[in-house]
């Protein structure tokens, strides 16, 4: 307060973030600092006591704070008082936190499954890789790409993200794939040829597709069942196995 004041309103109090144990101070220089990692909100404060520390989940760098720091999403602390940012640990590879101030590790949530994160303190769920199409991936919080596995050959899978071998789909009947992590159908299923038939699904070689017996041919490609081959008419016969075309059966002489 000033020379002649009259009034206990007169008096000025030490702002936020400061305190005064001085009785009858009469400079602002008598308000000492809350130290960092301490923060005070309210103004008049009489001893050091009145600085509070800082949360777990807070840090304050400097002096003459009202308000700590929050770690920002992505990280966490569990330190009490703390002086730096560097107490803001980050979620490790696989998790991602979307929470400002996190007090424990709990917080970072894990990747799901069909996903990967390689990089650490990430903030968001959006933020997790999808396995690639014609991948899939069961592991919960992975942190890289190679947990991503190939849909064996005789299958394909056209999306992205999926969790599970059961997500790769076989190849139909009539058709086989040699290839690995295929990721659609029109490119990868291979129709058997002219002449044979295959009731096998998921088939991954050409040897599965079976020859029309002699006596038979076969004019089209894809064919699933032993019934699609058709017979030589009355009066033909034909020895050839695997026949293609009705022009292989011999009339009878």
Same mark, same amino acid.
């Given at each position: 307060?000033?020379?002649g004041?009259?009034?206990?309103?007169?008096?000025?109090? !030490?702002?936020a973030?400061?305190?005064?144990?001085?009785?009858?101070?009469s400079s602002?220089d008598?308000c000492?600092?809350?130290?960092?990692?301490?923060?005070?909100?309210?103004?008049?404060?009489k001893?050091?006591?009145?600085?509070?520390? !800082?949360?777990a989940?807070?840090?304050?760098?400097?002096n003459?704070?009202s308000?700590?720091?929050?770690?920002?999403?992505?990280?966490?602390?569990?330190?009490?008082?703390?002086?730096?940012?560097?107490?803001c640990?980050?979620?490790?590879?696989g998790?991602?936190?979307?929470?400002v101030?996190?007090?424990?590790?709990?917080?970072?949530?894990t990747?799901g499954?069909?996903?990967?994160?390689t990089?650490?303190?990430?903030?968001?769920?959006?933020?997790c890789?999808l396995?690639?199409a014609?991948?899939?991936?069961?592991t919960?919080?992975a942190?890289?790409e190679a947990?991503?596995?190939?849909?064996?050959?005789?299958?394909?899978l056209?999306?992205?993200?999926?969790?599970?071998e059961?997500?790769?789909?076989l190849?139909?009947?009539?058709?086989?794939s040699?290839?690995?992590?295929?990721?659609?159908e029109?490119?990868?299923?291979l129709e058997?040829?002219?002449g044979?038939y295959?009731?096998t699904v998921g088939?991954t070689?050409?040897?599965?597709c079976?020859?029309?017996?002699?006596?038979k041919?076969?004019?089209?490609k894809?064919n699933?069942?032993?019934?699609d081959c058709?017979l030589?008419?009355?009066?033909?016969?034909?020895p050839?196995?695997?026949a293609?075309?009705?022009?292989?059966?011999?009339?009878c002489?």
């Open positions: 307060a000033s020379e004041s009259d009034s206990a309103s007169d008096c000025i109090a !030490c702002i973030g400061t305190f005064s144990t001085t009785v009858g101070a602002v008598a000492q600092l809350c130290v960092a990692g301490k923060y005070a909100t309210t103004v008049g404060s001893e050091e006591a009145d600085c509070i520390p !800082c949360a989940g807070k840090y304050s760098t400097n003459t704070v308000a700590c720091v929050e770690c920002a999403a992505g990280k966490y602390s569990t330190s009490v008082g703390a002086v730096s940012i560097d107490v640990l980050p979620c490790a590879a998790k991602y936190s979307s929470t101030g996190a007090t424990e590790e709990a917080t970072c949530i990747c499954a069909g996903k990967y994160l990089t650490q303190g990430n903030d968001a769920e959006a933020d890789v396995c690639g014609g991948k899939y991936s069961s919960v919080g942190t890289e947990t991503c596995i190939a849909c064996g050959s005789g299958k394909y056209p999306t992205e993200g999926s969790d599970a059961a997500d790769c789909v190849c139909e009947a009539g058709k086989y040699p290839t690995l992590e295929s990721t659609e029109a490119a990868t299923c058997c040829g002219a044979k295959s009731p088939a070689e050409e040897a599965t079976i020859a029309c017996g002699s006596g041919y076969l004019p089209t894809g699933d069942a032993e019934a058709v030589c008419g009355a009066g033909k016969y034909s050839t196995v695997g293609t075309e009705e022009a292989t059966c011999i009339a002489g």
